[in-house]
């Protein structure tokens, strides 16, 4: 996410010593600061990062106009997330105001809390329910699928039962907006091929 205000890094330093980053949730983010000043003594580098690129959060807060070496005031708070749902994505602006004190005062949104874990969980429990069935029923289910020449409709109709097909309950609960996300995630994460077996 990116956001060009009027926030110089001064007001980040500033807010850092309030804790105005820390989300409330695990070790608070370390500060790191780089600053430049050239021989004629003037500031060519603002830079002040909070976390880092491997924490969940990470902010970079510069001076963008001594960046792009143009006139006048221009600071850029950028922040990466990682790890999130992609429900991230239905409500950007409140993600980032709910973030911490810092983003909320930037932006007037109704911050909005972060579930990252939602989507993580439902994948893992799909994996597991396909490792599981790999693992203990894979080469049986590999003679069927041969003995029948590939007819998986035969394959299917002698393996699942009539009534988990007709209960709709038999089902993980994903929502649609995930359908598309997940199975492109599973076949990338299961390197899953043509063949089923």
Known sequence: MLFHQLLFHQAA?????????????GPKPKLDTSNGIDANGC???????????????????YNKALEQKVSGIWYRS?????????DTLLNIAGIYTGLCDYSAQ???????????????????????KVRWLRKQASATLAKVF??????????????LREEHLEDLNVR????PIYHTLYQTL??????????PF
Do not use: C
């Open 13 to 25: 330093l500033r807010d850092y010593r309030f804790d105005a980053f820390y989300g409330g949730a």
């Open 43 to 61: 500031v060519t580098k603002e830079i002040v990062n909070i976390g880092s690129r491997q924490s969940r959060i990470y902010w970079r807060i």
């Open 78 to 86: 950028e922040v990466e997330l990682k790890g999130l749902s992609i």
């Open 106 to 128: 930037i932006n007037p949104t109704v911050p909005t809390s972060i579930s990252p874990l939602f989507v993580r969980k439902a994948i893992d429990s799909i994996e597991a």
């Open 146 to 159: 041969h003995y029948h020449e590939g007819d998986m409709l035969k394959v299917f109709s002698m393996v």
């Open 172 to 175: 993980f609960d994903i929502p």
């Open 186 to 195: 599973m076949s990338e994460k299961l390197k899953l091929s043509q063949t």
